[in-house]
């Protein structure tokens, strides 16, 4: 089996070690050799239980972005690097009356730059690294697939581009139950996803900064007790406790910047990072963010280019860019590559 360098500590130019995690909940790979399961410019842990992703973590070269247009009807596939029964498949995702879409943890386009892009794109579509979440989660908010880009620009205008995101849902024991068996057994639904963005700026300090989003509006009709299985009863909704997001209280599909901590206390998850800037320290825990729709539409791919000095730059300003027309827009959204695009400004994140 060929060893890819999975994640790379050194990406932005001063050590960014991988967060703690707890490998005892991990799938060991196959060949004996840890938990981290490597592919091309990003890595993830899978949990033993769940047999979801526990976190995932890619790097990002702006400048050399180099994704195609989706074509639809992806070769979904099994990580060959753990054993399949640690893995969700279509059976499940194929089988849902419809609620959910296969969410990529590693979206599709993030570690698809460079020589060996399309190789980083065939090994998103793999089932250890898919979530279930709502089609109205996945497809519909354009801040929270915007996300990246958005600081991507940012560290442009400081000359750099390169970014390290950490990603995952958050998994908890009394995560309820969807309401259809899987494999004569029944599968627990994460309710909320985070991601954690970390960008080297000019002066060379490294700074990250969190975002998390529910779909439990989405999909609490569709979701039971797991004691309500347990004793043989009648299938009924059980609201969740006031409380359960600790204080992330929000139960929309907005999206929200938080304290890089309250991904910790969600997670469980260590980003014990001494060489890091926090600059998010909100003391009411979260903030909703906010976007404003561009007059004109322009191509993520065309944002970046390296100037004849070599140095990484935007491209001409982005305001007088070849706009994308109105056709290619809606061709882009037929296949589901509406994050390609910038649509959207955000105005008030705090970086």
Same mark, same amino acid.
Not at 42 to 67: D, K, V, W, Y
Not at 290 to 312: C, M, P, T, W
């Given at each position: 089996?060929?060893?890819?360098?999975?994640?790379?500590?050194?990406?932005?130019?001063?050590?960014?070690?991988?967060?703690?995690?707890?490998?005892?909940?991990?799938?060991?790979? $196959?060949?004996?050799?840890?938990?981290?399961?490597?592919?091309?410019?990003?890595?993830?842990?899978?949990?033993?239980?769940?047999?979801?992703?526990?976190?995932?973590?890619?790097?990002?070269?702006?400048?050399?972005?180099?994704?195609?247009?989706?074509?639809?009807?992806?070769?979904?596939?099994?990580?060959?690097?753990?054993?399949?029964?640690?893995?969700?498949?279509?059976?499940?995702?194929?089988?849902?009356?419809?609620?959910?879409?296969?969410?990529?943890?590693?979206?599709?386009?993030?570690?698809?730059?460079?020589?060996?892009?399309?190789?980083?794109?065939?090994?998103?579509?793999?089932?250890?690294?898919?979530?279930?979440?709502?089609? $109205?989660?996945?497809?519909?908010?354009?801040?929270?697939?915007?996300?990246?880009?958005?600081?991507?620009?940012?560290?442009?205008?400081?000359?750099?581009?390169?970014?390290?995101?950490?990603?995952?849902?958050?998994?908890?024991?009394?995560?309820?139950?969807?309401?259809?068996?899987?494999?004569?057994?029944?599968?627990?639904?994460?309710?909320?996803?985070?991601?954690?963005?970390?960008?080297?700026?000019?002066?060379?300090?490294?700074?990250?900064?969190?975002?998390?989003?529910?779909?439990?509006?989405?999909?609490?009709?569709?979701?039971?007790?797991?004691?309500?299985?347990?004793?043989?009863?009648?299938?009924?909704?059980?609201?969740?406790?006031?409380?359960?997001?600790?204080?992330?209280?929000?139960?929309?599909?907005?999206?929200?910047?938080?304290?890089?901590?309250?991904?910790?206390?969600?997670?469980?998850?260590?980003?014990?990072?001494?060489?890091?800037?926090?600059?998010?320290?909100?003391?009411?825990?979260?903030?909703?963010?906010?976007?404003?729709?561009?007059?004109?539409?322009?191509?993520?791919?065309?944002?970046?280019?390296?100037?004849?000095?070599?140095?990484?730059?935007?491209?001409?300003?982005?305001?007088?860019?070849?706009?994308?027309?109105?056709?290619?827009?809606?061709?882009?959204?037929?296949?589901?590559?509406?994050?390609?695009?910038?649509?959207?400004?955000?105005?008030?994140?705090?970086?």
């Amino acid at each position: 089996m060929e060893e890819l360098q999975g994640y790379d500590s050194g990406f932005l130019q001063v050590p960014l070690k991988l967060p703690k995690i707890n490998y005892d909940v991990c799938v060991p790979r $196959k060949d004996g050799q840890g938990f981290e399961i490597r592919y091309t410019h990003f890595s993830s842990f899978q949990h033993r239980i769940r047999r979801l992703p526990l976190m995932t973590a890619c790097n990002i070269r702006g400048a050399e972005f180099n994704a195609e247009p989706r074509e639809g009807n992806e070769p979904w596939h099994y990580s060959k690097q753990i054993e399949n029964s640690y893995q969700l498949n279509n059976d499940f995702y194929g089988n849902d009356d419809r609620t959910f879409d296969r969410g990529h943890v590693v979206r599709r386009v993030d570690p698809a730059w460079g020589p060996n892009a399309a190789n980083a794109d065939y090994e998103t579509f793999n089932w250890a690294n898919v979530v279930p979440q709502h089609s $109205k989660l996945n497809r519909e908010n354009g801040i929270w697939f915007q996300l990246e880009q958005h600081i991507m620009e940012n560290g442009v205008k400081n000359k750099a581009s390169d970014i390290s995101v950490f990603a995952g849902p958050v998994l908890r024991t009394d995560d309820l139950l969807f309401n259809k068996a899987y494999e004569n057994g029944m599968i627990q639904i994460p309710l909320v996803f985070w991601k954690v963005i970390v960008w080297r700026k000019s002066d060379g300090s490294l700074n990250a900064v969190a975002f998390m989003m529910s779909q439990w509006e989405f999909v609490k009709s569709k979701l039971i007790n797991a004691a309500v299985v347990e004793k043989g009863m009648k299938l009924i909704q059980q609201e969740l406790p006031d409380d359960y997001f600790q204080n992330l209280t929000f139960s929309d599909n907005k999206t929200y910047q938080v304290p890089v901590s309250d991904v910790e206390k969600a997670t469980g998850i260590q980003f014990n990072w001494r060489n890091v800037n926090f600059p998010f320290t909100s003391t009411t825990g979260f903030t909703e963010l906010k976007a404003r729709r561009l007059r004109k539409v322009h191509a993520f791919k065309d944002i970046l280019a390296k100037s004849e000095s070599g140095n990484i730059g935007l491209k001409n300003n982005i305001e007088t860019m070849r706009e994308i027309s109105a056709a290619e827009l809606n061709d882009l959204k037929k296949t589901k590559e509406n994050y390609l695009v910038k649509e959207f400004e955000i105005t008030n994140m705090i970086l």
